[in-house]
């Protein structure tokens, strides 16, 4: 026997701990608080306070695998809980506060959540569910008003948290979190991340071809703390040691602005729809900025990446779901890539990209996985150390295949360079006379036209086509574009039979609880639309 003589050391939440009470205790954390005002602390101090926390669940009685509800904003408390609630053993189920009342009570009833923990500012949401779902105990956080009976301060729960207490033994597959899935087709469903899932995803979402963060930067993640635990950003920055600024619940461009300028802010993450008003922002007043930009949620326009380069803002594509943990490709330029023209490189920044180490990504079609040809399409199935292998209620199994590969829904080709395009979410997709047309490509072609803010295409149904492409356009200020300049605009990349026959201008689009474009209801209000004869 020749064995390994490595030490086995669990991959577990107080690998971050340890790291904060240490070499980076002094980093700062800077939140923007529900006045507006800045709140300073270090890490050394956001590790010291989460295990009071833990602490605190564990003295009152909260158990291993016990699932404790967070509906907050993003700020150092939030983060204090990221540590304290799986420090204790138990799993933070970060609810999304922009979902309907009893959407909420539904998922938290799903998850059994025992404890909540809330923003002061929240309560009048949870007002319009509490009758729905019994939280044994209602913690508020940031408390300024007397509480009203059976709610417990914050910052009183810690204070009383006994100092002894031993924490538990943790092992690496232990639950650590859970986010639901936002529910576009069918309940929302819920995923479960291991300590070993975080930590594994955090080193390789640090890496340089990854999202590339290190000591040296200060992350801002706009992208709020309940969605995919902002891309598990906090846990990342935390690994490295980067000093991490919290907006809060201020989610308007020019005061993000403020905040990257003012705390020198190296690397952001959002979604498509925030980092549009920024560009708006920026077009208006432009400002000396130097930052990397993560996004993703949904398709990033080739033109967004364009813009953000004038503004010195470099835009860094990924992809990923809540069942994905979520980092699944990210559309760094290779040094092959880095060869072609500047047109093609930004054709490449604007795909989803290449899967990082430990991610194995395959696109099949009914005949197996498709060549990398850039045309031929298929779904995206994915494997990873942090991709889920089940829901926490372990239905829709078909979602796995035979060889354990996760079926994500999502459509996209290969090019020769490996890198994955998503064209369209298989739900998405339209049957026009038997042929599919992607809705996402028209809409991202849509976007690259100077007037144009927003476009969501949809399929329509057509009595002889079966369906006919719909195009939502939200223009930007003062711009026009009218249906046949559209139209024009974007001939020249697509079949005829692709170009939208309608377009409808609108105020906004329709936005899930995430800021993607909700389709669903674009096509519940277009579904009597009358086409021309
Ligand atoms: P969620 O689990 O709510 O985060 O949604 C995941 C879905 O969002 C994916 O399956 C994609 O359809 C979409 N998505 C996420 N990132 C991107 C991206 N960069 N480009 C296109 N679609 C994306």
Not at 211 to 225: E, G, R
Not at 297 to 306: D, H, V
Request: include cysteine.
């Amino acid at each position: 026997m020749f064995e390994s003589t490595m030490m086995n050391m669990p991959l577990t939440i107080d690998i971050l701990i340890q790291r904060a009470q240490t070499v980076s205790s002094h980093v700062e954390v800077v939140s923007r608080q529900a006045d507006r005002s800045l709140h300073r602390s270090t890490y050394g101090k956001v590790a010291e306070r989460a295990l009071q926390l833990s602490r605190a669940l564990l003295a009152g009685g909260i158990k291993k695998g016990d699932r404790i509800a967070t509906l907050m904003w993003n700020h150092s408390s939030h983060l204090e809980a990221y540590l304290g609630i799986p420090m204790a053993g138990a799993v933070i189920h970060t609810l999304n506060l922009r979902l309907h009342p009893d959407e909420i009570a539904y998922i938290a009833e799903d998850a059994k959540d025992r404890w909540l923990l809330i923003d002061e500012v929240l309560l009048p949401l949870f007002d319009a569910f509490k009758g729905k779902y019994p939280f044994e105990k209602v913690i508020v956080v940031d408390s300024t008003k007397a509480l009203t009976e059976g709610r417990v301060d914050y910052e009183a729960l810690l204070k009383a948290a006994p100092k002894d207490t031993p924490l538990p033994e943790l092992k690496e597959t232990d639950a650590l979190g859970s986010c639901y899935t936002s529910g576009t087709t069918g309940r929302p469903k819920g995923v479960v991340y291991s300590h070993r899932s975080t930590l594994l995803h955090s080193v390789v979402s640090a890496l340089p071809d990854s999202l590339q963060l290190s000591f040296t930067d200060c992350l801002m993640a706009v992208v709020p703390m309940f969605h995919v635990n902002a891309w598990g950003l906090p846990y990342t920055a935390l690994l490295v040691g980067a000093k991490q600024v919290l907006p809060g619940p201020f989610l308007d461009p020019t005061s993000l602005l403020d905040l990257m300028e003012e705390e020198k802010v190296t690397v952001a993450a959002g979604v498509p729809t925030i980092w549009m008003g920024m560009r708006e922002a920026l077009d208006a007043k432009p400002r000396n900025l130097k930052a990397r930009m993560v996004v993703g949620g949904s398709a990033a326009p080739e033109q967004l990446i364009r813009d953000f380069d004038r503004h010195g803002l470099e835009l860094i594509h990924a992809w990923g779901m809540t069942e994905t943990s979520p980092i699944g490709l990210v559309a760094k330029l290779s040094p092959e890539a880095k060869g072609k023209s500047l047109d093609e490189q930004y054709h490449m920044r604007a795909k989803q990209g290449l899967p990082p180490p430990f991610v194995q990504v395959r696109v099949c079609n009914d005949s197996g996985e498709v060549p990398n040809d850039g045309k031929t399409s298929g779904e995206i199935q994915i494997r990873a150390p942090w991709v889920t292998q089940s829901y926490a209620s372990n239905d829709s199994k078909d979602r796995w295949t035979k060889d354990g590969y996760f079926r994500t829904g999502d459509i996209a080709t290969r090019c020769p360079l490996g890198y994955v395009q998503i064209n369209d979410r298989i739900a998405d997709l339209i049957k026009s006379g038997g042929e599919w047309i992607a809705s996402q490509q028209l809409e991202n072609a849509l976007m690259g036209h100077p007037a144009v803010r927003e476009a969501a295409v949809i399929g329509v149904p057509h009595e002889k086509w079966s369906e006919r492409p719909l195009a939502a356009i939200v223009l930007k200020p003062d711009m026009k574009a009218s249906a046949d300049e559209l139209r024009a605009f974007i001939a020249p990349q697509f079949a005829n039979l692709w170009l939208p026959d309608a377009f409808v201008y609108l105020d906004t689009i329709p936005r899930t609880s995430a800021g993607k474009f909700k389709k669903t209801e674009l096509r519940e209000m277009f579904k009597d639309w009358k086409w021309e004869k």
